[in-house]
């Protein structure tokens, strides 16, 4: 076993602050303690701060996911306070103030801490059906994104391949499931794909036979969106071609159908692409501080914690961002970027021996959503925008809040080269391995590629035939 390895010497008497997880959250919390005398290790099982809002970007081959993912070390290089560790945080162990982590090859590492911040995030939620990861995988991380991008560009490839038109059809339906901002955006960054970008890419197939389903269990899209927004947002994606299922539950699904349940009773739709948009739960982590804490979490796995963000009974302890239930805020990324230089605050009055700073209050700037590349929605500062104006102000917002100048550079560039002057995507990278992983093996429940027997060979493969060209 291994106590604080790698990276600065612990210095004898310094403050020790641990930071678990280095998302909108982790990092606020280190960055607000630059200044302060203390020493900060922020573990991540990454080595990046992922800005997750622009996944969607990333599985849609618009930006590199380099733009959005700048490296946790480089992003606190001037910090000196701090250091940033790759490795896995498996327990924490708040009698003996140590957390305990694995690192890549599965060296065990003791974190000793006098103050500890946990911001470990969320990860898909299945709503107790996790088979169905295995056919429809979510997004939120990195490699989540590249496999979708990689998933969904592989089906119009087959599209290409297939003379049996049903064959054709089945690797042209996409369906995914789940509209809250995420399904949105993703629906509609498929449907710009199928209906505007690669038309003219592809000889045999016409992509703009593409189906794109959106699923809903509720009553409108945007649920959390104020009506006008939501009325607005069904009518732009089904004039860009989405078919949108309110009411609607996915039920059932297997490699290549779905089966849902909506109004009209049960209905099963042949498809290859399911892409989950649909829940989220607390990371693994909330449940460990509970139980230590002797308390609930609710039923997003969320741990409970006191206003000022401490885990009730362990004030050394801090849990902020999507894992904590705290005032009913969301789990976008204000709250946890509040809470975040909050936590910092308190940690630095502390070790200055300074009285506590006001009690927490979350300030609301609002939610948005884009609908392709040239609509969005906004309701923020007691506006409710829809269209090109309510897009400029998502992208303005989204650029501001990317970390470092280069990233936002690059996003302004690689956005105008892509949605205005050239029309393309610029990443747009598979090859058949990466293909091949998609279309004939999928993942497995814990979201690993899984080998299965791939379907009959299609027809081309066995005639030698070419698919008829397509016209017009
Ligand atoms: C696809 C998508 C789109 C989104 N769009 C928006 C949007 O448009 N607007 C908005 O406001 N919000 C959006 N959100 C939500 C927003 O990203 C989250 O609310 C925010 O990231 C929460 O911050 P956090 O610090 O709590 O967690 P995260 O940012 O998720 O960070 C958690 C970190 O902890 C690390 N970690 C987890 N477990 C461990 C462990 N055991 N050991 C070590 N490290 C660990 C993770 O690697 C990660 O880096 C979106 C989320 C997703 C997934």
């Not at 392709?372 to 104006?389: E, Q, S, Y």
């Not at 990278?429 to 060979?457: C, M, N, Q, Y």
Request: aromatic content about 6%; some cysteine.
């Amino acid at each position: 076993m291994t106590a604080a390895t790698n990276g600065t010497a612990a210095t004898p008497g310094r403050h020790r602050v641990v930071v678990v997880g280095g998302g909108f959250g982790g990092l606020n919390v280190t960055r607000a303690l630059a200044d302060t005398d203390v020493e900060v290790t922020l573990v991540d099982r990454t080595n990046h701060h992922l800005f997750q809002p622009l996944l969607y970007q990333v599985a849609a081959g618009i930006l590199p996911p380099g733009l959005i993912a700048p490296a946790l070390r480089s992003v606190i290089r001037t910090q000196t306070n701090a250091r940033a560790l790759l490795a896995d945080v498996q327990e924490l162990e708040l009698d003996r103030r140590v957390v305990r982590a694995r690192g890549p090859d599965g060296r065990n590492l003791e974190l000793p801490y006098d103050t500890l911040v946990v911001a470990a995030g969320a990860t898909h939620s299945y709503f107790g059906k996790d088979e169905f990861a295995e056919y429809a995988p979510g997004m939120k991380t990195v490699e989540d994104a590249r496999y979708l991008r990689d998933g969904i560009l592989s089906k119009f490839e087959m599209a290409e391949l297939a003379t049996d038109p049903v064959e054709r059809a089945e690797w042209l339906t996409f369906v995914v499931i789940g509209a809250g901002p995420t399904g949105v955006e993703l629906v509609g960054q498929i449907a710009e794909l199928a209906h505007k970008v690669l038309p003219k890419d592809y000889r045999s197939v016409d992509t703009r036979e593409a189906r794109i389903i959106l699923l809903e269990g509720t009553g409108a899209v945007l649920p959390p969106f104020a009506p006008k927004l939501q009325e607005y947002t069904k009518k732009r994606l089904e004039k860009m071609g989405v078919e949108v299922r309110l009411n609607t539950l996915a039920v059932d699904m297997d490699h290549d159908s779905i089966t849902m349940k909506g109004p009209d009773g049960l209905e099963t739709i042949r498809t290859r692409t399911r892409i989950w948009a649909a829940g989220v739960q607390a990371s693994p982590l909330a449940k460990r501080l509970a139980e230590k804490a002797g308390v609930e979490t609710d039923r997003a796995g969320r741990v409970p914690v006191n206003p000022d963000c401490t885990l009730p009974g362990h004030p050394e302890v801090f849990a902020i961002g999507d894992m904590v239930a705290l005032d009913k805020l969301p789990g976008v990324a204000q709250p946890a970027m509040q809470e975040g230089k909050y936590v910092g605050k308190v940690i630095k009055a502390r070790v200055r021996g300074e009285g506590p700073p006001a009690p927490f209050k979350y300030f609301d700037k609002g939610s948005m959503a884009t609908i392709g590349h040239r609509a969005a929605v906004a309701d923020a500062f007691g506006m409710k925008l829809t269209g090109f104006i309510a897009y400029v102000m998502w992208g303005f917002i989204h650029v501001l809040y990317l970390v470092g100048w280069g990233n936002r550079l690059g996003t302004l560039y690689t956005w105008a080269r892509a949605l205005w002057f050239s029309k393309n995507r610029g990443h747009r990278i598979i090859t058949f391995e990466s293909a091949k992983t998609d279309v004939t093996e999928g993942r497995t429940t814990a979201g690993r590629p899984r080998p299965i027997l791939p379907r009959a060979a299609p027809a081309m493969g066995e005639t030698g035939s070419v698919p008829p060209r397509h016209v017009g």
